[in-house]
């Protein structure tokens, strides 16, 4: 008995060790590819793509194919983006609370396999991609371009307007999804990339005023670390602002639409005029950053929601 139970110890011992590494690279691999920043951009590339369907009258159970391709490279590369962008903040990351866990930081993954990581994740993302259209393809490397190249390597560490330069790449994924259906996009389509445009600002504006010491610390020149908290709450209720008339550049969503997403946006923006007044600007800016969330959200799906029955058609 004694030696039956000596000799599997060690057995189950490397299971459970072995079982271990493979938790561990996947915890790694979600915050290499920073798994919250794809999920949210997937549903603005699934909207643009349901929504291509609706304006150009064509039916989504014939389209199963492009969809997936569609889905998988976008996500494919929006995490070659996201994986760049630890490999080249490997420097600042140490100092921010939220990134010093990276497996950049940590040593887990090596740089050079972080790095070819990147570059294979993004081409393969371009490649399904250019199996929809030539358009959302160059879409898509427009988008990576600028959050790898202009954001990440240029004007984060240089320049306040970094969030507004970085909003640019946040903007394309409808862009890709409807490309990927209509090439020449549509009115709608370009709605979508002003809505996603201007609604990070203050989504980002008020992540930085929660990391501001940690953005000071590492020399990021965040706009509530250069300009103050006065200033960026000024600048957040503006951009939160010129969301207001988008919902009626929408009105062939139709009426229920326009109503709740204008509903959203005087609720955004009353929360926003509400900083004013506050005496604590750390809770204010989590519930704007909370309340962006929630936006985003439900702002797509009811673009879907609407018009679930046309594709089907």
């Not at 909207?47 to 490279?73: E, R």
């Not at 490649?127 to 490397?141: D, N, Q, R, W």
Request: charged residues 10%.
């Amino acid at each position: 008995m004694n030696k039956v139970e000596t000799s599997s110890s060690p057995l189950i011992g490397n299971s459970a060790i072995a079982k271990d590494k493979d938790v561990t690279l996947l915890t790694d691999l979600k915050a290499l590819i920073k798994v919250g920043i794809v999920n949210s951009n997937l549903i603005t590339t699934f909207t643009g793509f349901w929504l291509a369907l609706y304006f150009t009258n064509t039916s989504f159970a014939a389209n199963w194919g492009v969809f997936l391709l569609t889905m998988a490279g976008s996500a494919l590369v929006i995490a070659g983006g996201c994986i760049m962008n630890n490999w080249y903040d490997v420097d600042i990351d140490p100092i921010m609370s939220r990134t010093k866990t990276r497996p950049t930081v940590t040593g887990s993954i090596s740089l050079k396999n972080v790095l070819f990581l990147g570059i294979s994740t993004t081409t393969l993302g371009l490649i399904l991609l250019l199996f929809t259209t030539v358009e959302a393809a160059l879409i898509g490397f427009f988008g990576w371009f600028t959050y790898v190249v202009l954001y990440t390597m240029w004007s984060k560490r240089k320049y306040t307007l970094n969030t507004a330069i970085g909003s640019f790449s946040g903007a394309v994924p409808p862009l890709i999804g409807w490309a990927a259906i209509d090439p020449g996009l549509h009115m709608v389509a370009f709605v979508l990339f002003l809505t996603m445009f201007i609604w990070q600002t203050p989504h980002f504006l008020a992540l930085a005023m929660k990391k501001s010491k940690e953005y000071k610390a590492a020399n990021i020149p965040m706009l509530p670390v250069v300009h103050g908290f006065e200033f960026t709450k000024r600048q957040i209720v503006v951009y939160i602002a010129c969301l207001l008339p988008l919902p009626f550049l929408l009105a062939s969503l139709g009426t229920t639409f326009m109503v709740i997403a204008t509903l959203l946006n005087v609720g955004w923006l009353a929360l926003g005029i509400s900083g004013f007044f506050t005496k604590n600007d750390l809770k204010w800016a989590n519930m704007i950053f909370i309340y962006s969330l929630n936006y985003l959200t439900i702002l797509f799906l009811l673009m879907v929601v609407v018009t679930f029955e046309f594709p089907f058609s």
